[in-house]
């Protein structure tokens, strides 16, 4: 079994998840529970964000879904690796997105978000992640839904046959 350091900065958030470059929208992890399988992540909301949007003067916070669903794949690979799996990032796929509710519009620049991942309810390759995103230093949650993910062994024969090209 491998112990993964609790605290995890940017720099090695790219060995965790498959995104890259402006497509990565969490700054660190900040603990993780392999046991309870929940994850504790932040953002910091910057300009360079993909997803900035002028208007806003921030992220619309229904990108919090995919900060969110990055924390998903995080801990996914965090518990691979702890079980001697293999060091890749874990692929899935997002199933849905249900019950997402707001307090808020949109996260401004130069703010950090909280986000909190446990899941909630597993069968097979099938989870549903009970999440929470708050502005740090905030008591209630600016948001909240359920993601239900599905684990892929192979993403390429995932997609074979179904029109859809992956990784190429």
Known sequence: MNMIPQQIPAEELT?????????????????????RNQIISEYDVTEDCILYDENLGGVPVWAGFEMMAQS?????????????????????????????????????????????????????????????MYEKGVLEPVATTAITVMGIEDMNSFFEGRGVGYGN
Do not use: W
Request: charged share 20%; aromatic share 4%.
């Open 72 to 132: 998903i794949s995080a801990l996914s690979t965090i518990q691979q690796l702890s079980s001697g799996g293999a060091d890749t990032p874990a692929p899935g796929v997002i199933l849905s997105v249900s019950g997402f509710e707001s307090t808020v519009a949109s996260i401004p620049a130069g703010k950090t978000v909280e986000l909190r991942v446990c899941e909630g309810y597993r069968d097979g390759n099938v989870c549903r992640y009970d999440c929470e």
């Open 15 to 35: 060995s965790l998840i498959p995104h890259r470059g402006k497509m990565i929208l969490l700054s660190r992890i900040r603990s993780h529970d392999t046991v």
